[in-house]
């Protein structure tokens, strides 16, 4: 494996998980995972997030469902993600990256309208997320140690289900269903120091320490809605137990602006905070070119517009393949 390799997978798959925190709480891990990988013109990735958002929160504080008065008091957001990437790398300094998820969501909420009881409505459903493509560009000298640098840009298409079963006639918000409809353009920037670390056996393995940085602009999609744009700032680095097994540890932290809430009834004074995760996690590569991952974040700040739910911990776990 070189550096190159290795650059090109930690960038791409730390911009891949980048998205919308929508008022019903549907949301991604914003996670670098920072994979190695065997040397390869392509590599496929399949990976499976499980993310359970059923705690109401005002600000920096837990609190009860309907805290503070809304049209829709959020109640629970299940969300099981699983998505596809493929990484085409034609020469040592250029990869081109697209990855597709498929969204299996619960979503429960408390309809309130003045006159009427309220109504708790509830959907459950499947479909095809948004198709997520994008180019990076390696700087950098081939020595295994040393500091690589990287430039990323890329776009979202609105590819994914916009059309959901509804409850009593509704569906959920534009962003809570797998496509919201919009395009989005992203663009990051990447660094990367090796050093040489001792494993517990007595050899030495190389230490990656990662750094990087994307931000998101969303446009509008279904219903004119328009997500918040997006920063997102990751720190990561993996040790070697030994050359087939290593763990991890990554910080990750998200700012996004409120929603747009479009032609819709949603409350944009309820989207949008501030979150910063720990993420512990381990990599085993069996044999050459396969490595098997997994991990969970965890939430050490969030600071919640209005009020939302959000998830105690989220858990993920993939499969990587060069050919």
């Known amino acids: 494996m070189t550096w190159r390799q290795f650059l090109v997978l930690a960038v791409v798959v730390s911009l891949f998980p980048t998205a919308a925190h929508a008022s019903c709480g549907s949301e991604q891990c914003p996670i670098d995972l920072g994979l190695p990988w065997e040397h390869s013109v392509f590599t496929f990735d399949l990976s499976q997030q499980y993310i359970d958002q059923d705690q109401p929160r005002v600000g920096t504080h837990d609190v009860a469902v309907g805290a503070i008065p809304s049209p829709e008091d959020e109640v629970r957001t299940l969300n099981r993600i699983s998505t596809a990437r493929g990484v085409y790398r034609p020469t040592a300094l250029w ?19 003045v006159g009427l009881p309220p109504e708790r409505q509830r959907w459950s459903y499947d479909g095809v997320g948004d198709l997520q493509v994008q180019a990076t560009r390696l700087f950098g000298g081939a020595q295994p140690q040393g500091v690589r640098y990287s430039l990323t840009a890329g776009l979202k298409a609105p590819t994914g289900l916009t059309e959901v079963p509804t409850d009593n006639g509704e569906q959920p918000e534009p962003p809570a269903r797998p ?10 920037a990447g660094v990367e120091w090796r050093v040489s670390a001792k494993m517990p056996g ?9 750094l ?9 999609g279904t219903e004119d809605y328009r997500v918040g744009s997006e920063a997102q700032l990751h720190l990561g680095s993996d040790y070697p137990l030994t050359r087939a097994v290593g763990i991890g540890l990554s910080a990750d932290a998200r700012v996004r602006a409120k929603d747009d809430v479009g032609l819709t009834d949603a409350e944009p004074g309820n989207t949008g905070g501030s979150w910063v995760y720990l993420s512990p996690g381990f990599r085993i590569s069996p044999r050459g070119g396969t490595a ?30 060069a050919f």
């Open 95 to 113: 990869s081109i990256a697209a990855s597709l998820p498929f969204v299996s969501r619960y979503h429960e909420h408390i309809h309130n309208e």
């Open 179 to 188: 496509g919201d409809g919009a395009w989005s353009f992203l663009a990051g």
């Open 202 to 210: 007595g050899a030495y393995g190389s230490l990656p320490i990662r």
């Open 212 to 220: 990087s940085a994307q931000g998101r602009a969303n446009g509008r």
């Open 292 to 321: 098997l991952y997994g991990g969970v974040q965890l939430p050490v700040y969030r600071r919640i517009n209005g009020i939302n739910i959000v998830s105690d911990r989220n858990f993920y776990a993939g499969l990587t393949r």
